[in-house]
């Protein structure tokens, strides 16, 4: 999940910072870059490679821990790309949350990198690294000392190490994957694909699970399409057992997997929004194209930001609420009760509950200042995440006027000086608006209920596209077709 950042001027008082990774370089794991180009198929398996070891690693368990219920981070797991008790325990979290703070302090201009200089782009690149990897320790070691793995006591410092290192491994593993794909080697980023499969994944077994589950009115099925059949060839009271399989509360129901299609229809027709610039070549005479600006001009990454904001935020608070709840402070923070038979974690009161989605429209009614918070704070970070995101990334209406200008492309009717005025018409405007729609698309999908949370579909449907966009564009340029 590569992150960029704009070209600036380095002052030696912020380049001895970047120097403070430099003895790291030679440690740090990294994929070299391709010394010839890579095939369309070489690329697609070298993806499903990357894929298949990620799905692997979601399915072997940690050793040294302790058999448990209780699981405190149940909502971040889908989004996070994790999975409770195997190597892939902590996601997708470090990475992301080192990248967010990196372009957050390059984009403040707290750390200034010359994208023009490939030894600020390695250190930048190192140091990011380094930190998703202390992360990933520092991460490991609070979910030891804060009892997820069983008493600490019980536990002993033997297993309690043995447990960090696995996390750090599994960290550097998906580091590794998301740099294979990131350079070359493979198709789109590590980490957006991983995400997208959790969440499909967790679609399809929420609507075809096998599962069975007793909840007191008889055994019912987890899958809601297989629960809907089940209850009307058993149930003698059809209309019943209909509103049973459309509207039950404690499992996946028929109406979740409806709102979970109708978000993925929109957000699908809102993809297709964009303005086409009409541009056209100083060098060659009558080459002329389009540059597109969509609506969603900074994809999933706003979202993406507001998780892992959202993820870390919930995080701290819970494991300080285990430790200290007794304290007037930390409950302002958040307070947490474990509900359901898998002992999952909910806010119930502090900052971390008027920041959670509430369960459905009947959950606003009841507590309108719980949705209208959460709705403001969505809706407000998602906006100045995908705006800020331009400027930190390099995709800002100056970076793309450069970019032109680089190519000795032009807009035809407008003169090179106007050049930047007109693009800013548009480019922030989108960024801000596309920041927007997403925000509500997702509070939306919450609101209905959709399975995945609407940030898990917001997210699953724009790779989803980036992936075809990219399948066209590889296989036009191999074969002089479109894949789609």
């Known amino acids: 999940f590569s992150f960029g950042s704009g070209r600036s001027s380095t002052p030696p008082r912020m380049v001895r910072f970047l120097q403070l990774t430099k003895p790291f370089l ?29 799905l692997v690693c979601c399915q072997i368990p940690l050793y040294g821990i302790k058999a448990t219920d209780v699981d405190p981070f149940y909502w971040m797991r889908v989004v996070m790309a994790s999975n409770r008790g195997t190597l892939m325990e902590l996601g997708i979290s470090p990475i992301v949350t080192s990248s967010l703070v990196m372009q957050l302090l390059a984009g403040s201009k707290i750390i200034q990198v010359d994208q023009s200089s490939k030894e600020d782009r390695n250190l930048f690149n190192g140091a990011q690294k380094l930190f998703g990897m202390l992360i990933t320790v520092g991460q490991g070691t609070a979910y030891v000392l804060s009892g997820m ?14 447990i960090i290192l696995q996390l750090m491994f599994a960290g550097i593993i998906v580091i590794i994957l998301d740099e294979l794909l990131q350079k070359g080697y493979g198709l789109g980023s590590g980490i957006s694909l991983f995400i ?20 007191g009115r008889g055994v019912e099925f987890e899958g809601a399409i297989i629960a809907l059949f089940h209850l009307l060839i058993t149930r003698t009271d059809k209309v019943r057992a209909l509103r049973e399989a ?16 109708a978000v993925f229809l929109v957000v699908v027709f809102f993809q297709g929004f964009r303005v086409e610039l009409p541009v056209r070549s ?17 994809s999933n990454i706003p979202i993406i930001l507001q998780t892992a904001m959202v993820s870390n935020l919930y995080f701290m608070s819970q494991v300080v609420y ?17 509900m359901g038979a898998q002992g999952q974690s909910v806010p119930v009161g502090g900052l971390a509950y008027y920041l959670s989605p509430p369960t459905s429209l009947w959950s606003v009614v009841q507590d309108p200042i719980h949705g209208f918070i959460y709705i403001a704070f969505v809706l407000t970070t998602c906006a100045v995440f995908s705006k800020t995101w331009i400027e930190v990334s390099g995709t800002s209406a100056k970076d793309v006027a450069k970019e032109l200008r680089e190519k000795k492309m032009y807009l035809p009717g407008h003169r090179d000086t106007s050049l930047l005025h007109h693009l800013n018409r548009y480019i922030p405007t989108a960024a801000a608006l596309g920041g927007l729609c997403i925000g509500v698309l997702s509070v939306t999908a919450d609101f209905m209920g959709a399975i995945g949370s609407g940030t898990g579909i917001l997210l699953a449907v724009s790779t989803i596209n980036q992936y075809i966009e990219i399948f066209n564009k590889e296989t036009r340029k191999e074969f002089g077709a479109d894949w789609f």
């Open 26 to 54: 030679s440690i740090l794991p990294e994929v070299a870059q391709p010394t010839q180009k890579i095939q369309f198929r070489e690329k697609l398996l070298w993806t499903v490679i990357t894929l298949f070891l990620f």
């Open 322 to 338: 285990r430790r200290y709840g007794e304290y007037p402070f930390v409950s302002l923070f958040g307070q947490w009760e474990s």
């Open 246 to 261: 459309f509207y039950r509360s404690n499992l996946p129901n028929v109406t979740n997997l409806l709102a979970t299609v």
């Open 282 to 298: 100083q060098q060659v005479h009558g080459q002329q194209g389009t540059y597109p600006i969509k609506l969603f001009y900074t």
């Open 196 to 215: 997208a499969t959790n969440i499909c994944e967790n679609i399809v077994w929420k609507s075809l699970s096998p599962t069975t589950v007793n909840s």
């Open 149 to 162: 793995y069983g008493d600490p006591r019980e536990l002993g410092i033997t297993n309690g190490f043995l």
